[in-house]
């Protein structure tokens, strides 16, 4: 299988691979880079990606609310939550 044309985040501190290839081999990836430069095996099924986002399965993206003012966070309302996750700096 071969994702074809999306934009491939391999890594969180890289710069993402636009137009990019994923092969997929035995249920593995086999090869991960820009279209053109990835051979793609003849009788590969294509899945046109373009305009799609590819992210590693399994990327740790979690996050944890440890400070003080979380607490209480469900009957915080709304409107005063909000604003902490635009502003909040990113660790």
Sequence with gaps: ?????????VSPTEEPIRNGVVVI?????????????VPVPRDARVL???GRTITAGFWNSHVH??????TNVAATP??????????????
């Design 78 to 91: 709304a409107t005063e939550v909000s604003p902490a996750f635009t502003s909040a700096p990113m660790v």
């Design 65 to 70: 609310f440890t400070e003080r003012k979380w």
């Design 25 to 37: 081999q035995d249920g593995k990836i086999s090869a991960v880079g820009p279209k053109g430069r």
């Design 1 to 9: 299988m071969v994702l074809d044309g999306g934009t491939i985040y």
């Design 48 to 50: 046109d990606c373009s």
